[in-house]
């Protein structure tokens, strides 16, 4: 089962700041559109970085200008401490910014968006493409869409997708119904294996939430030899199909 695209659920239009905008310039940028950070891009746009009202608020709150020592082999942690003392007196966007900027591509699944964001616990992503030239972002807001999906949109789905691209099934075969997003499966199938099948898939799909399961099946074909499946499968599945 195919999941969504991050190209489909991104914002197009980006609001970015160049790397040599000012302190002031950024912090504008942000209250304006009212957003909590945006990417910072080169000359030819592409992302080398992303500004948030964090970096800001460090430069601000920091103003403790007192030498620090530092261990020759520096720990995370110190690193961290050290990046943020060095913002303290940042002036320009290229300054602020957290490095390497988290990115994101139009063909990865929102699937993936989403743990990419959880393992980085950040809240958008710049999407880039092949030349990690700018062409749009995806924030956690755009992510939750896919569970606001229309229910008679799931249920095309479920019966395009699953039932009759997957199954080879009639599109009356199985009833099949959705409410909330929540997907009820009722009928007959003709193997036990093949509702396994209906009931995963349909699960798979994005903005699904839950899938009541009241299928029957016709041949327990779960204690069936390999052999046997290898050798007969195929065939009485065409057969049936015809």
């Not at 019966?159 to 009820?184: C, H, M, N, Y």
Request: aromatic share 2%; hydrophobic share 45%.
């Amino acid at each position: 089962m195919q999941h969504r695209k991050i190209g489909h659920v991104m914002t197009s239009d980006v609001v970015r700041v160049p790397e040599n905008a000012t302190f002031r310039e950024v912090a504008e940028l942000l209250a304006r559109h009212r957003i909590s950070g945006l990417p910072v891009v080169d000359a030819d746009d592409r992302v080398i970085g992303v500004v948030s009202e964090t970096d800001l608020m460090r430069r601000q709150s920091d103003h403790d200008t007192r030498p620090r020592r530092w261990l020759p082999a520096l720990t995370a942690r110190a690193r961290a401490a050290r990046e943020a003392a060095g913002k303290a007196h940042a002036m320009t966007a290229r300054e602020l910014m957290s490095r390497p900027a988290v990115c994101a591509h139009p063909q990865e699944t929102v699937v993936d968006a989403a743990r990419t964001m959880a393992h980085h616990r950040i809240k958008r992503l710049p999407v880039t493409d092949e030349e990690n030239r700018l062409v749009g972002i995806v924030t956690r807001h755009d992510l939750l869409g896919v569970f606001l999906r229309p229910d008679a949109e799931l249920r095309a789905e479920v019966i395009d997708e699953v039932l009759v691209g997957t199954l080879w099934l009639a599109p009356q075969t199985i009833r099949v119904s959705v409410a909330d997003g929540i997907v009820k499966l009722q009928g007959r199938m003709e193997k036990k294996s093949e509702i396994d099948i209906a009931v995963r898939m349909t699960g798979q799909i994005d903005g699904v939430l839950a899938v009541v399961n009241h299928l029957t099946f016709r041949v327990d074909d779960s204690r069936l030899r390999l052999d046997d499946r290898t050798l007969h499968g195929v065939a009485d599945d065409w057969m049936r199909k015809l």
